[in-house]
T-cell receptor, first 113, second 115 residues
């Protein structure tokens, strides 16, 4: 079945550091890929998405490129801020009619001033 | 309509009791999903409704779990004879059948603690 693997965490960075969070997936067909963010005490929010190979999703300075050849969707940001501290989940949407999401385990990012 | 609402936000119950959670999706969203999130894990799919029809159930959904969506509006998730392993965050999400395509909206969840 479908699966999503995220790098182990947690990750602690200083403000303005470069961020990379790795995500790889296993799926049949051509899933859509997502990054969700969960701030403390809040629900999941869509951060960005990509629906086909070589698409780049971007939002709030975050970027991720759908790499079919490496089945990856790594999240990057050039300069993190304290307000980026949250839990980040990589997810895929299956190609079936029900279009449910399969999530990775998530990774906690802490950004210190 | 400000988003997906879930009630209650927190529930503490004794082992063996029954609990019921409610989800109110965005009104024009036909599709409704329930997920369970345990500590340190990502959300796991439990079940899916299109309008009032429950079209898929995960193997995670044991016989003690039942979900309904009468009239295709709000949904309820009931857990009977709760066990400590049921302690988790229960998330509801909704999305339209078409149009915005991938517009899943998640609620803030119901955190269940079984003592």
């Amino acid at each position: 079945g479908d699966s999503v693997t995220q790098m182990e965490g947690p990750v602690t960075l200083s403000e303005e550091a470069f961020l990379t969070i790795n995500c790889t997936y296993t799926a049949t067909g051509y899933p859509s890929l997502f990054w969700y963010v969960q701030y403390p005490g809040e629900g999941l929010q869509l951060l960005l998405k990509a629906t086909k190979a070589d698409d780049k999703g971007s939002n709030k300075g975050f970027e991720a490129t759908y790499r079919k050849e490496t089945t990856s969707f790594h999240l990057e940001k050039g300069s993190v801020q304290v307000s980026d501290s949250a839990v980040y989940f990589c997810a895929l949407r299956d190609t079936g009619a029900n279009s449910k999401l399969t999530f990775g385990k998530g990774i906690t990012l802490s950004v210190r001033p | 309509d400000t988003g997906v609402s879930q009630d209650p936000r927190h529930k503490i119950t004794k082992r063996g009791q029954n609990v019921t959670f409610r989800c109110d999706p965005i009104s024009e969203h036909n599709r409704l999903y329930w997920y369970r999130q345990t500590l340190g894990q990502g959300p796991e799919f439990l079940t899916y409704f299109q309008n009032e029809a429950q079209l898929e159930k995960s193997r995670l959904l044991s016989d003690r779990f039942s979900a309904e969506r009468p009239k295709g509006s709000f949904s309820t998730l009931e857990i009977q004879r709760t066990e400590q392993g049921d302690s988790a965050m229960y998330l509801c999400a909704s999305r339209p059948d078409s149009g915005t395509g991938y517009g899943y909206t998640f609620g803030s969840g119901t955190r269940l603690t079984v003592v």
